[in-house]
């Protein structure tokens, strides 16, 4: 009984989409003069590199669907870089269970469960090298699903990108 649960349970979170974005901006900055950007990551030891591929392709793509061109990083109006983490969380939460007999009452046992699993965060930073200066961040995170094919790995890359930059570049920005 208590491994069909876990198996529910696990199936239930792994089936649910919790991306969680959060962004943030310099609400003084001008957005309006940004036409051009370029894609600056330096990968660090152990980093998987397809997934690096992948974020940096999604990115070129969401960027330019904007309008925005990509040009060599010394010519760009922003640098987009970004920083991947991985870590293992713990979710524990209770089971609450009667237990008794009949007529002469019961008693609540109960049980702590915990759900192992690993959660993902991507920072996208917009830079400004003229003004050497973050003007946009967004931060993703949501649990990894290590079951997913490539083509399926991508197109959830693909998607967290979209939605974290969905209100980018910012509507009331400027001066």
Do not use: W
Not at 3 to 19: E, P, R, Y
Not at 37 to 49: L, R, S, T, W, Y
Not at 77 to 99: A, E, S
């Amino acid at each position: 009984m208590r491994l069909l649960f876990l198996l529910v349970i696990t199936l239930l979170f792994g089936a649910c989409s919790s991306l969680n974005v959060h962004n943030d901006y310099d609400p003084s900055y001008d957005f309006s003069k940004v036409k051009s950007f370029a894609i600056v990551h330096k990968q660090k030891e152990g980093e998987d590199g397809l997934t690096v591929q992948r974020i940096k392709k999604a990115l070129r793509r969401a960027l330019a669907a904007k309008g925005f061109v990509e040009v060599q990083p010394e010519k760009a109006d922003l640098l987009f870089l970004f920083h991947l983490n991985v870590m293992n969380k713990t979710q524990i939460y209770t089971d609450y269970q009667m237990v008794g007999y009949g007529r002469y009452g019961g008693m609540v046992i109960a049980t702590p469960r915990s759900y192992n699993y690993d959660e993902g965060k991507l920072i996208i930073d917009a830079y400004d090298p003229k003004l050497n200066q973050t003007v946009y961040r967004v931060v993703l995170t949501d649990e990894i699903d290590k079951g997913k094919r490539p083509k399926e790995r991508e197109k959830a890359i693909e998607e967290a990108i979209r939605k974290g930059l969905e209100d980018f570049p910012p509507k009331e920005s400027g001066s």
